[in-house]
Every structure is written in C-alpha cells, then in structure tokens.
C-alpha cells in the first residue's frame, strides 16, 4: 500500500493533490512575508477561522498603505523614461513622462450586498431606469431573450474560448484572448422594432475603454431601428476598467479600478492623487488617448495642478484617432509641439504606446481575477 493511503486510512487531514488554493496560499504568503521583509516587521495573522479569510485582514492593510504611500515603483526613473538635456539659455532640464489607458478588466461589485438589501433594492427592476412594475410585456420579452441567449450554443463556445485566456502571454496578443474579451465585454441593449413590435436584442463586442466627460451626453438612445435603447442588468454588476499609469520603460507605477465609467475627472484625479504623494515628482508630460477632453477639463474646473505639465495624446492615437479639423485638440494636444520629447535625430525618445502594449499583457490575467472578490483583486493588481 502507497504510504498515502495508510496516512488517509489513518485519518491524515491533508491530501497529497496539489490544488489551486494551494497555489494561492503560496502565492499570497510569498507576497505577504516579501512586503514585510522590505519594512522590517513581522507578518502577523490570525490562527482561527477558515484558511479563505486568515490572511484577510494583512492584505487590507497593505492595500490601505499602497492607497496611502503608493506602489514601491512610484519613484522609479531611468534613461528610457527621464532624460535631461540643455535648453536655449544653458539650464539643464529634465523631462519625466508617463502614459495612461484603460483596460477592459474588473471584478465583481455590488449586486443586492445586505446593506441594499435592507434599503430594499432588491425590489428594483433588471430593467435600468425602471421600478419594479413587471407586469410590462416588453420587460417580460427582455427576460425571455436574454434567457434564450444564456441557453443557446453562445454559452458553451463563450467558456471554450476564455479557457484559453487562462494564462497571460509574455508578449503578444492571441486571437483566442481577443475573442474571449470580447465576449466578456460586450455592449449589450434590446429595443422595439417600430415595425413588428418584436423586441430585438442588439449586441457590440468589446466597446473600447475611452475617457468620457462627466455630464456630457451621450448616445441619444436611437438604434438603427429609430426608437430607443433598452437596457437590463440579469446579472452581477461588474466593475468598468483598470486604469493604468505606466512610465514609458514599462514599470507600471498606479493602477485603479474604475467602477462605472473611466470618467476622465476620476482619470485626472488618480493622477493627481498619485504625483501628490511623498517622494513623487510632477511628471513633466501626461500622455492620454482622451487627453483633449482632459485638457478641456483641467481648463473649464481651472485645476492649476496641471499647469506646465504637458497633455498631448500618445503619438498612435494622436495620427489615426483624432480629427484633424479639430483646432483645440491639433493645437493643444499634438506631440509634435513639444521638442523636449523628441531626440537629437528628430524621432520620437520616449514610446507613448507603451499603456496599451502592457495591457496586452494584463488581458492574459483576465480569467484569473474575473471572480475574485476586491481585497484579493486590488493585493493581486499590485504584484503586478
């Protein structure tokens, strides 16, 4: 008999599998005893309780500390991310930039917590905008589609496909990882053919994480069918995206989660909240996909904490994304009119693609911290 046996026979507690909470405890201890080695104390959990909460409690504080000093990496500079270089008047000068981007990536958030529960939201439509007065045939119609999808072949192909999303890629983005997000972010309205009076589901893959303007309207709720979009919410609520400052040598340096929108105050806040920290320096150049609506921002909320650091959109988006009719955004967020981020050669010294290249490489974690719950998601995104 294996010697495993005769121990289980024995009424050993352990088994002898290696498991995935296992490799989480791992990795979760590692990370706990490394953090605490670096400030020269001990790590201190409970004994009791289940193995799911014992090192609850070491993580909150470390994620409160990171919210309070910032990532270890906050400080970091190098060649490939500073240089220095000698203006008109003899001064040297230093040139600091950092780039910013959303990922389509979250975790759950509240859906009908005990708290909600008890001020009775529980009681609220899954149609957005309505009470709970579903009696109406065309919220009852909505059901029935989004049940009929949920039953189709789409489930079973959508699991298949984030399988192989399971595990990030050093490098390069697989067309099974593309496929599998955007199955998982999808915009997602029904509304009434005029026509028939049949309700309809319409369904985009993977919107793109852009910067929206607080209180700007949007879409004026017309399909291409001419009446209005109706949306509902069948399940958990999921956060919106991962928002990522990073230097252009690649060392992230923040990271925030974005619950609803990636609104661009919230985007500007987060920057500022970050530089403002002890230790930081100002960047001298914030590069931003959205940042012609940042600047309009900054200047219409006269937010002097931006002043003299330079906003201009990432080269990529600047050429292929952005009108060229538009005087404020060619005039004022062009990267072209900013000397200090080219080299003595005229091209450009710093990789203002450098976000979205990472979070190419973020997507490959996707699958892994989809379902986890906040405190593990923000102690995980700081390993990163």
């Known amino acids: 008999m294996r010697e495993e046996n005769k121990l289980e026979d024995a009424g050993w507690q352990f088994g002898f599998k290696l498991k995935n909470e296992h490799i989480w405890d791992v990795f979760i201890v590692l990370a706990l005893t490394e953090d605490c080695a670096r400030r020269g104390v001990l790590l201190d959990v409970r004994n009791d309780g289940t193995q799911a909460h014992r090192f609850l409690a070491a993580m909150q504080a470390h994620n409160d500390r990171i919210v309070c000093e910032g990532q270890p990496e906050l400080r970091h500079y190098c060649n490939t991310c500073m240089w220095t270089y000698w203006n008109g008047d003899g001064g040297a000068r230093k040139v600091q930039v950092v780039v910013t981007d959303g990922l389509s990536m979250g975790h759950p958030c509240c859906n009908f917590c005990r708290q909600h529960l008890d001020e009775g939201l529980d009681r609220v439509c899954a149609i957005v905008d309505c009470w709970k007065a579903c009696a109406l045939t065309a919220h009852q119609d909505m059901e029935h589609l989004h049940g009929e999808k949920m039953c189709t072949n789409f489930q079973a192909t959508k699991c298949l496909q984030k399988m192989h999303a399971a595990q990030p890629n050093n490098a390069m983005v697989t067309q099974q990882l593309s496929?599998?997000?955007?199955?998982?972010?999808?915009?997602?309205?029904?509304?009434?053919?005029p026509t028939t009076q049949v309700m309809k589901l319409f369904t985009i893959n993977n919107p793109s994480s852009m910067g929206e303007l607080d209180g700007t309207a949007v879409c004026d709720g017309k399909s291409e069918l001419g009446n209005r979009k109706l949306r509902a919410k069948f399940g958990h609520s999921r956060t919106h995206n991962e928002q990522i400052v990073i230097r252009p040598c690649g060392i992230i340096v923040a990271c925030a989660t974005m619950v609803a929108t990636e609104a661009i105050s919230n985007v500007l806040h987060m920057v500022k909240t970050t530089f403002s920290l002890p230790g930081t320096q100002k960047p001298e150049h914030i590069m931003y996909d959205s940042n012609c609506n940042a600047l309009h921002e900054v200047q219409s909320r006269n937010n002097t904490w931006f002043d003299n650091v330079g906003m201009c959109v990432n080269v990529f988006h600047f050429r292929t994304k952005h009108k060229e009719g538009d005087k404020f955004c060619q005039t004022q967020c062009n990267p072209a009119h900013y000397p200090e981020l080219l080299n003595a050669h005229g091209s450009w010294f710093f990789n203002s693609s450098i976000a979205e290249q990472v979070n190419v490489w973020l997507g490959g974690y996707h699958n892994i911290v989809r379902e986890m719950?906040?405190?593990?998601?923000?102690?995980?995104?700081?390993r990163w």
């Open 179 to 193: 496929d599998a997000l955007d199955l998982e972010f999808k915009d997602e309205w029904y509304a009434l053919d």
């Open 373 to 382: 719950l906040p405190d593990k998601y923000d102690f995980f995104s700081t």
